[in-house]
């Protein structure tokens, strides 16, 4: 019996892979899909458990939570087939706003699948899934935890197929849902033998590869190439026919958001919903949808068409899915309506929702959308305490490698004048373009009076704009800048410095200037005076032709092998 499960689902896996699941769906009295002519097979509870996978997956929820309600329930004796069956049925309520989350959460208790069996791992990762459907973070994380690394593994069933390089970009795809941006950095970057360059195969694998990496890299870095990774997900899969192909455009709208792109994100999600009320998508996808098309909507002005988006939004309110987004999506529109009041409560709710089941990109989120409605209410202490928090969320954010949080702090404070201080020790990712502008030229020397005259502002600014770097690179003085900027890698080091052309002397004052020391600092450790350590640092780099400070500190450290 064990073959034939395995022949089966296999089956249902190669449907998938290949873009065909929905044309294997066919109406019929019985409630167990089944290619035309075949009779029922003797294994009927494995087979109805696939019958409603093929349905979740080809994203008919209601018909997938219709049918897992009217066939007979999985013997807890048989494992595999027990735990198939609650990963299936949790998965396929996920899209059905009619059924409580409660009916799948409270079917788990202390038991886990057992990870040595094939098929009980498999059960594992969907119920995994599952959990992550349900916005259960905290949940997916704890039974990923507990399963272990292997659960990601699952090549034993079907060596080679495509989806088990699936799962494995899925389990990026939960770090980065959690915010741990750095960790699911990390590990895509060390996922080189996974998409099958160059075959049709893997094709789908490709673009949801590139679909998560348009997530990654937005949250991230905000890097340019997120919209090249959209562009290459809307070629490789136009159509949205599945759960595949929805969830890679669903992805891309979501780093489309964190780089600000809202616009592009509204035309993602559309496509990847399949029609204005994104009904191809679970609760939470939808939520975030119709949040991301609302605050689209609002920020071009539109308040009807904004209005007319949260009316779709307003039936998920109160499911447990979708609390803290579409808290969110209220508290946009009631900002919009200027009800102060009505828009803080809402965010406070989306916020406590959100931290209480460890969505920390919907946290981040939520904190943006609460400093705008205290800003926009101006109550005594609002500004004060949105400040602070939101500061609060950005350090918690930028540990875990999540940089669209600074980015959008960034972007609800600057109207209001005020500004994120960047975290010690940060560097230069947590600066302005501003601000780095005023560390380069703070780092070769210039005064704060040469900056202002340099880049047209006042001095005042200067030295806030000053102390802010200082922070950032957790140094005390200017003198350590350039050692720090250098070794950050963002400046490039010049080529290999021939430091042999120096003299002792200007050797060491180099050396010196490298590890951050000043003018004073290298005179008392030399026993030279300072005009002479001046002389020494503008001759070294006229040897050197080198145009100042820094590119001195990046060259000797890359010659030291410390660059």
């Not at 969907?126 to 935890?145: G, P, Q």
Request: proline share 4%.
């Amino acid at each position: 019996m064990r073959a034939e499960r395995v022949a089966a689902l296999v089956a249902v896996l190669d449907e998938l892979c290949s873009g065909t699941l929905a044309r294997g769906l066919t109406a019929s009295a019985d409630p167990t899909p089944k290619p035309s002519g075949q009779p029922r097979p003797a294994d009927v509870g494995w087979h109805d458990t696939l019958a409603i996978l093929r349905l979740t997956w080809a994203h008919r929820w209601l018909e997938a939570s219709a049918l897992a309600r009217a066939v007979p329930e999985v013997a807890i004796e048989d494992r595999a087939g027990w735990w198939l069956r609650t990963a299936v049925v949790g998965w396929a309520i996920s899209g059905d706003p009619g059924v409580d989350s409660a009916v799948f959460l409270g079917a788990l208790g202390d038991d886990v699948p057992a990870i040595e069996d094939p098929l009980e791992r498999f059960a594992g990762y969907l119920v995994v899934e599952a959990l992550l459907a349900h916005a259960r973070l905290d949940l997916a994380h704890r039974l990923a935890e507990r399963l272990g690394p292997r659960m990601w593994e699952l090549g034993e069933l079907a060596p080679g197929h495509p989806f088990a390089s699936m799962v494995r970009i899925s389990q990026v795809r939960v770090l980065a849902f959690r915010g741990d941006i750095a960790r699911a950095r990390d590990l895509r970057a060390a996922m080189t033998d996974v998409e099958g360059a160059g075959s049709d195969r893997h094709r789908r694998v490709q673009a949801l590869g590139a679909a998560v990496d348009c997530l990654v890299l937005g949250n991230a870095t905000g890097a340019a190439d997120v919209h090249r990774l959209a562009g290459r997900v809307a070629e490789q899969v136009p159509d949205t026919a599945d759960i595949v192909a929805a969830g890679c455009h669903a992805l891309v709208s979501f780093g489309l958001i964190s780089v600000g792109d809202v616009a592009g994100a509204g035309a993602a999600i559309l496509r990847a919903g399949g029609g204005p009320d994104l009904a191809q998508l679970n609760i939470i996808d939808r939520a975030i949808g119709l949040e991301t098309l609302t605050n689209l909507a609002l920020s071009a002005g539109d308040v009807d068409a904004a209005e007319a988006w949260v009316a779709r939004a307003e039936v998920l309110i109160a499911h447990p899915i979708a609390d803290s987004t579409s808290a969110r999506t209220m508290s946009r529109i009631a900002l919009a309506r200027e009800e102060y009041d009505e828009a803080v409560a809402w965010a406070e709710r989306a916020v406590e929702r959100a931290r209480e089941v460890d969505r920390m990109i919907e946290l981040a989120e939520g904190e943006v959308v609460l400093t705008r409605a205290r800003l926009a209410r101006r109550r005594p202490g609002d500004t004060a305490a949105a400040a602070r928090e939101i500061a609060q969320m950005v350090a918690a954010a930028e540990e875990r490698g999540h940089g669209s949080a600074r980015r959008g702090a960034a972007r609800v404070l600057r109207p209001s004048g005020l500004r994120v201080r960047p975290i010690a020790g940060a560097g230069g990712a947590a600066l302005s373009a501003r601000q780095r502008e005023v560390a380069a030229l703070a780092a070769e020397g210039a005064s704060n009076r040469q900056i202002a005259r340099r880049l047209g502002i006042s001095e005042h600014t200067v030295r806030t704009h000053v102390s802010h770097v200082l922070a950032a690179y957790g140094v005390v003085t200017r003198a350590a800048l350039p050692a720090r900027i250098a070794a950050e890698g963002l400046f490039a080091a010049p080529g290999d410095l021939d430091l042999d052309v120096l003299t002792p002397r200007q050797r060491g004052v180099a050396e010196a200037v490298a590890r951050g020391c000043s003018n004073q600092e290298i005179a008392v450790e030399l026993g030279i005076s300072v005009r002479t350590v001046e002389r020494h640092v503008t001759d070294v780099m006229a040897r050197l032709a080198l145009p100042g400070r820094t590119a001195l500190a990046a060259g000797v450290l890359a010659a030291s092998g410390g660059g």
